[in-house]
């Protein structure tokens, strides 16, 4: 036991301890040395109540985060689990639980963190702004995918009543409307078209498809092939049916795209990468089909 | 309980800057995500989480010392990142100054 006597220069002492003191963990006397120090010191007291408040506000502010509930139970249950058997962690290395540890705490941080606030609807320069950051890090031709679901699908939202199939076929035009049925008989369940459209992007004229299911969205984005522009490249992540597939994450947005005939199509979403490659791959040859029929 | 070590501590006795009072739960967590993992670790295992310094120690495989002095030194970090914020608001003495001016 190791008991410290507070004497001369207690408040430097004191601040030295206010840390254990906070989380609980001095031994009693000491504990007691502090309370006693505290209570007297108006300057150590409200120096321990602003560490506290600290303290208090960290917890709150990463609990408020919307970390899945499943998952936080089924780390924290690993994490405990690992003290029950002396810290012994089978298949898991001690790091491996430390860092799933912080990594649970901490994702709600990271993945608010890793997607910057959106810019004001009325804001076309900080929109502009916000896309050649968030893209930054992609190939040229997967940009164009990208840039315009961002500009169409999450700047400006999808309605949260989808528009009668008869609006969204004359908005697509006669050359796209009947993308509308092959696309609705290729996604998951549960997706439903919420947004079809021609619409424009940087000086680019695009087809797009906003679908939506529980508040996830997806785009399916067409354009027509610029001059020498294509997708294809020595390594496809899948090629369904023979068609190449590519796909690349810019933070949390990713981007699937594949050649058409004329066309580069892509399937843009901020879900989990294989989700999204799924998507793309079952999309792939029916879009494509179409697509190949239709005069550029 | 812990033994207390001057060696370990030393560094904790200065004073803190205020907390400032308009900071946002957004803010907060992104002054976290600028403290190093090390230290920010400790700060979510202990602070957020409710162990104690012997279980952090344990789920960090660190000494029972280097949890407690990555915890002064994380919350001290968090601390000067959140002073840092305050100032960018314009909270602080160089506002003060300028009001007065």
Known sequence: MNRIQFGEGACEKTRKYLDSYISNELLVETNHEVLRHVENCAACAAEAEARMQLRARVKTAVNAQTVPPELQVRIREQIRGSRSKSWFVSGWGRWAVAMAASLIVCAGVWFNYSREKLPALTDRPAQNAYIQRVSATLAAVLKVGLGDHIHCSVFRKYPKNPPPVEKMEADLGPSYKGLLPVVSAAVPDGYRIVMAHQCSYAGRKFVHMTLEKNGEILSLVIAHKNPGESLEGPSPAVEPSGIPIYQSAAQHYQVAGFDAGNFLAYIVSDLRGKTNLQIAANLAPRVREYLMKTPA | ?101
């Not at chain 2, 230290?39 to 120690?57: C, G, H, P, Q, T």
């Not at chain 2, 000494?63 to 990142?81: A, D, F, N, Y």
């Not at chain 2, 959140?82 to 007065?100: C, F, V």
């Open chain 2, 1 to 101: 309980m812990v033994e207390e070590s001057d060696e370990i501590l030393e560094h904790t006795a200065a004073g803190s800057p205020p907390l400032p009072e308009y900071i946002t739960d957004e803010e907060m967590l992104a002054a976290l995500t600028e403290v190093p993992q090390d230290f920010r670790a400790v700060v979510l295992l202990i602070d957020v989480e409710e162990f104690s310094y012997k279980e952090a120690a344990g789920i960090l495989d660190v000494p029972i010392g280097t949890v407690m002095s990555r915890l002064s030194r994380g919350r001290k970090l968090l601390r000067e990142k959140l002073a840092d914020l305050a100032l960018s608001y314009g909270i602080g003495p160089t506002h003060q100054e300028g009001k007065s001016a």
